[in-house]
């Protein structure tokens, strides 16, 4: 079977999300899709397995051009996808989860278990993966259930299986078993989409490779022809504007001190130190950690172990309330979930994590709580027809605003800030940096989560870059480049 | 998600949450007046206000806890074991005013056992209340072995009597004792950071807490508050019947739901006024005694106050769904 996509385009609302795409894939190949978050990738599987419509383009199937209507007509067509978290019922068992809405039956209506179990085994058999099919699929590891995702779709007669991140959760010994079904199933001349950012696997498993960015299929090479290094000019590869407005920083002393960081599977012996005055930038893939090592420095998840000082002084931070204490702010990734409360006004935003220092005789004072939030909506440039309005009428940089005014308003010595201009239009992005500036010019220490890989570049004054839970390096950002920065984040070591 | 309709249309919902519980209450007050002259006499005023009190006292700790989002089911028990705790101890010779205050100070701690459980446990609070209105209920009758404690050291103290039957200026010492835990009420909520707080809870309980609020500890509070005044109507109330009765309180769990949400308060938390919920029981007494004057049999009026309660949640869901 051969698969050929061409031209495609797709747009979400006004956002052209994919442009002319072209794809493709034969019997007996693996061929890895690569690209950074966002370029487009997921859209484009999810095209070729029906869960999406397209606007522009073609789908040839052995030449013949198809539309799948939906994710179960291009399973008909024998297109299976593993996704990355993986749709199990963790309840129920491995037979029940493999046979879920194609069981077989009996008459009456009836479960043929027998049949289901015996086709089952036979199908994990053929994988070589000895899986007891009784049990609840929540009590395997992440490696015995992809598995059984694949003896799934085998047992569909899958042609075409595409693999998003199947190595993301896997050990060592999981990961060559996984490479060794691959080959197998080659054999069988079944196609493999292997969707990965780690290079070493994909030079390793991968026939052909073809780089995504911005929406655009940039090029595709037979793997024996290419290099990392040319993959990750392909994928960071555009042009910087001169948009940001540029740092100037004076260091002063170190106000947050971290060392030994560690949560089990999650982030391990993560160090460093951030001044007075700078920005310090996390850099790295999403799910290499970064937002859960903040989550941790400001007591919303708990540390397994670790030391965190914060100007000298070492601080055991509990909870949220306590990270205030000790002067540290929070502007959270998700600003809807964590970062607003939607439905209250802006006013009662901005004055949450402050409200206790305006109580005169156990009542809040008015008139000084409602001028802090005057002063703080005017010098952030909140725009907004008044402090009563709901926070949710606000656009989404006014928002940002108004998350960053809270923290402002409390006085945050160190600031951490993760993602702080995700979807937010250009216009108030600058406004967000040249308030980073000024607040840095005063002293504030800032870190900055960012996974926009320009604004790593052009706002800040050093790198850290985390690659799965652990600091793969930390660089100056006047001696950083994309490609430097993109080998730390796929798990490479830079060369000097 | 439209962000470009700018036209407002009229919304049923919304009026009602701004202006509807005082218009209803006001039409209800004409409908009632004019069927029977007799319900603005001064004597059924006073009857009427003395028999708003228990269920606005619960309505307001009630009032708390529907801001964040949770339910207090258990009220009704807890009125009835704190009264019967009273009680007893009156029998044993604890002097009248001394008695009610442990009982009140027992209600605030099985509302605090209340909220341990669902800021802990992270239990729903439906289900938690829903078992300690069980628990409660039952240790009320293994406490007054099912039947009524009473005594002659009830008939006779001026002190005991006093809080649920006396009369001060004319009008009923309970109401007072309604109207200034009323003031105390709205001013924590609408005056004080813990107010403010629980406000910021029921609106969005993950933000809150990442912008430093105890959330726990503020949910143990709330849920003490409702036991404590759920204690107070149970003492107003033994002090009435000059008895702890094992069943005291069964079903006001549903009145003072009901008067917090004819007040215009939502049920998905954050959003709802004090003066609402005052409004709220004002409209559920108004309502009780007007179909008793008309002579309305007392199935029929749970008939009408469940098709009143129903409206009043349809009118906040379509306020919501803007």
Do not use: C
């Not at chain 1, 060559?176 to 196609?191: C, D, H, N, P, Y």
């Not at chain 1, 001044?275 to 998840?301: C, K, P, Q």
């Not at chain 1, 320009?454 to 790198?463: A, K, M, Q, W, Y």
Request: charge should be neutral; charged fraction near 20%.
């Amino acid at each position: 079977m051969q698969i050929e996509m061409k031209n495609i385009s797709k747009s979400f609302g006004p956002n052209k999300v994919l442009r002319d795409v072209n794809f493709s894939i034969h019997a007996g190949e693996v061929h890895a899709l690569m690209g950074e978050n966002g370029a487009g990738k997921s859209t484009l599987m999810n095209i070729l397995t029906g869960l999406l419509d397209f606007d522009g383009g073609h789908i040839l199937v052995d030449g013949q051009e198809t539309r799948f209507k939906n994710a179960l007509d291009a399973e008909h067509h024998g297109i299976a996808f593993i996704h990355q978290e993986m749709n199990n019922f963790a309840e129920m068992s491995v037979v029940e989860n493999m046979f879920l809405n194609r069981e077989i039956k009996k008459g009456f209506g009836m479960l043929d278990m027998k049949e289901m179990k015996k086709q089952a085994k036979a199908a994990l058999a053929k994988l070589g993966a000895d899986i007891p099919v009784d049990i609840p699929v929540g009590t395997l590891s992440v490696g015995r259930q992809q598995m059984i995702e694949i003896a799934k779709s085998l047992m569909n007669k899958t042609q075409v299986l595409i693999m998003d991140e199947p190595t993301a959760a896997l050990t060592e010994n999981e990961i060559a078993k996984l490479f060794e079904i691959i080959r197998s199933l080659k054999k069988q001349g079944v196609a493999i989409i292997y969707i990965s950012h780690r290079m070493e696997e994909i030079f390793q498993i991968s026939d052909r490779l073809t780089v995504m960015r911005d929406g655009l299929s940039v090029n595709t090479y037979m793997t024996k022809d290419t290099d990392v290094k040319q993959i990750v000019h392909d994928m960071v590869g555009r042009e910087m504007g001169d948009f940001y407005p540029g740092r100037n920083p004076k260091f002063g002393e170190v106000y947050l001190k971290a060392e030994g960081l560690t949560s089990a599977g999650v982030f391990n012996n993560v160090n460093f130190e951030v001044h007075s005055g700078e920005v310090l930038a996390f850099s790295g893939l999403m799910g290499a950690g970064r937002t859960e090592i903040m989550r941790a420095i400001f007591g919303i998840d708990k540390l397994d172990s670790g030391k965190i000082w914060v100007k000298g002084k070492e601080v055991h931070i509990t909870s949220p309330e306590h990270a205030i204490q000790n002067n540290i702010g929070f502007v959270t990734e998700n600003r809807k979930d964590e970062g607003l409360i939607l439905d209250a006004s802006l006013s009662d935003n901005i004055d949450l994590p402050s409200i206790d220092g305006f109580v005169k005789k156990g009542f809040i004072d008015k008139k000084a709580d409602q001028d802090f939030v005057n002063m703080l909506m005017k010098r952030l440039g909140v725009k907004a027809q008044s402090s009563k309005d709901a926070a949710s009428s606000l656009s989404g940089g006014n928002q940002q605003k108004v998350v960053l005014a809270k923290w402002v308003g409390s006085g945050s010595q160190i600031l951490i800030l993760d993602e702080p201009t995700r979807g937010v239009d250009v216009g108030a992005k600058r406004e967000i940096y040249d308030l980073i500036n000024e607040l840095t010019d005063r002293g504030t220490a800032v870190i900055m989560v960012s996974s926009d890989l320009d604004e790593v570049l052009g706002f800040s004054d050093n790198i850290a870059v985390v690659y799965e839970g652990k600091i793969q390096g930390e660089i100056a950002t006047k001696d950083a480049t994309q490609d430097k920065i993109m080998t730390l984040a796929t798990g490479g070591e830079l060369d000097e | 998600m439209n962000n470009t309709e700018t036209k407002r249309k009229f919304n049923v919902g919304e009026f009602y949450a701004k202006l509807g519980p005082l218009a209803a209450l006001l039409i209800l007050v004409i409908l009632v007046s004019v069927l029977n002259s007799s319900f603005l006499n001064v004597n059924n005023i006073m009857n009427l206000l003395q028999q708003i009190s228990v269920n606005a006292l619960i309505a307001f700790g009630m009032q708390f806890v529907i801001l964040t989002a949770g339910i207090d089911l258990s009220v009704g028990s807890i009125l009835a074991l704190s009264g019967a705790f009273a009680a007893q101890m009156i029998l044993m010779g604890m002097p009248p005013l001394l008695a009610f205050l442990v009982g009140m100070i027992a209600g605030a701690i099985f509302g605090a056992f209340n909220g341990l459980l669902i800021a802990y446990g992270k239990a729903a609070p439906f289900i938690v209340t829903l078992a300690t209105m069980a628990i409660f209920r039952g240790a009320t009758y293994v406490l007054t072995n099912g039947n009524p404690i009473t005594g002659p050291k009830m008939n006779s103290s001026f002190s005991f009597q006093f809080l649920g039957q006396g009369y001060l200026f004319g009008v009923p010492f309970q109401v007072y004792i309604m109207i200034v835990l009323y003031a105390i009420a709205y001013l924590l909520l609408h005056k004080t950071t813990f107010g403010r707080k629980t406000y910021a809870l029921g609106g969005n309980e993950k933000a809150a807490f990442v912008a430093g609020v105890n959330t726990k500890k503020l949910l143990i509070l709330i849920y003490t508050i409702a036991g404590f005044l759920s204690a107070v109507a149970g003492m107003i109330l033994t002090s009435q019947l000059a008895s702890a009765q094992p069943d005291a309180g069964t079903g006001y769990e549903m009145d003072a739901i009901a008067a917090v949400v004819l007040g215009g308060t939502s049920l998905a938390g954050g959003k709802g006024k004090m003066f609402g919920t005052l409004v709220g029981a004002l409209i559920i007494g108004v309502l009780n005694n007007g179909m008793n004057l008309l002579g309305i049999s007392s199935f029929y009026q749970q008939i009408v106050k469940g098709i009143v309660i129903l409206i009043a949640v349809l009118l906040d869901r379509k306020q919501s769904q803007n």
